[in-house]
């Protein structure tokens, strides 16, 4: 539950378009869930190759390799890397399909709504971090995201890599079985809302109320040496996703 949290955390914030200069974003991070409440810092790092956000109370940096189309889940504290590539997560999500086909029941169901119903409002504007944001309220199901985007910020990641990787990231949520069909039309409609989210606010998903909100934007180079993997042990999730599928299929079968 805690490993898949952070999954989810770390990858609603890049609704992101392109743009030549790398991006340095400081936000202050409010988070009240199953493992009671949380506040922290972090610093999001864009360049045209990586994304990277670095949250210093939990000592984890979250990476995404564009050109490798991966991403890791760094655990200084442990010393440990997870690693989760696009294929193995998209070839998950194909063998969840097939295995619960149609739309979310029981449990899940109560818990998540219907992915289905889905609205999508701009109810305003506001300024965070000096920068002038519209508001956007999604709702899918029972997840509720509410996010303030300045359309004039973007970041410098290649549309093609990103547009891979958006596919994937409601299949890193395929462990969860039918909640990640919530999560797939969420991230598809933040693709879809210009700019960087500076504001965000969540709520709906097992509990948890999580808030985000840019204090300090700074443009600039970025070394590469940031992004370097620490000669930590990897752990691949992706491979685990299609061991577990697999077992899941031959129960069926």
């Known amino acids: 539950m805690k490993r898949l949290a952070s999954f989810v955390a770390a990858l609603l914030f890049s609704a992101i378009s392109l743009c030549a200069t790398d991006l340095t974003i400081a936000f202050k991070v409010e988070g009240k869930g199953l493992l009671g409440a949380k506040s922290s810092t972090e610093t999001h790092y864009y360049t045209s190759s990586f994304q990277m956000i670095r949250n210093d109370a939990s000592k ?9 189309a991966t991403t890791y889940t760094i655990n200084h504290e442990k010393k440990k890397i997870s690693m989760m590539r696009m294929d193995d997560a998209l070839a998950a999500m194909e063998s969840m399909d097939k295995q619960n086909p149609g739309a979310v ?52 990641v290649p549309a093609a890599s990103y547009t891979r990787m958006m596919k994937a990231r409601a299949a890193t949520m395929a462990k969860a079985g039918p909640s990640a069909a919530s999560f797939k039309r969420l991230y598809e409609e933040m693709a879809k809302i210009k700019g960087i989210p500076l504001k965000t606010a969540m709520t709906g998903f097992m509990g948890m109320n999580s808030a985000t909100e840019a204090t300090q934007i700074k443009t600039g180079p970025i070394p590469s040496s940031l992004f370097a993997l620490p000669a930590y042990p990897i752990e691949d999730l992706g491979k685990e996703l299609r061991e577990e599928m697999a077992k899941g299929k031959a129960k069926q079968d």
Do not use: Q, W
């Open 60 to 68: 984890t940096d979250n990476l995404v390799d564009y050109a490798k």
């Open 105 to 156: 029941s029981g449990v899940m169901g109560a818990m998540f709504g219907d992915a289905s119903k889905c609205t999508v409002e701009k109810i305003g504007t506001e300024s965070v971090a000096g920068r002038n944001c519209t508001i956007h309220k999604i709702t899918v199901g029972k997840l509720v995201m509410t996010l303030s985007a300045d359309p004039s910020l973007s970041a410098p």
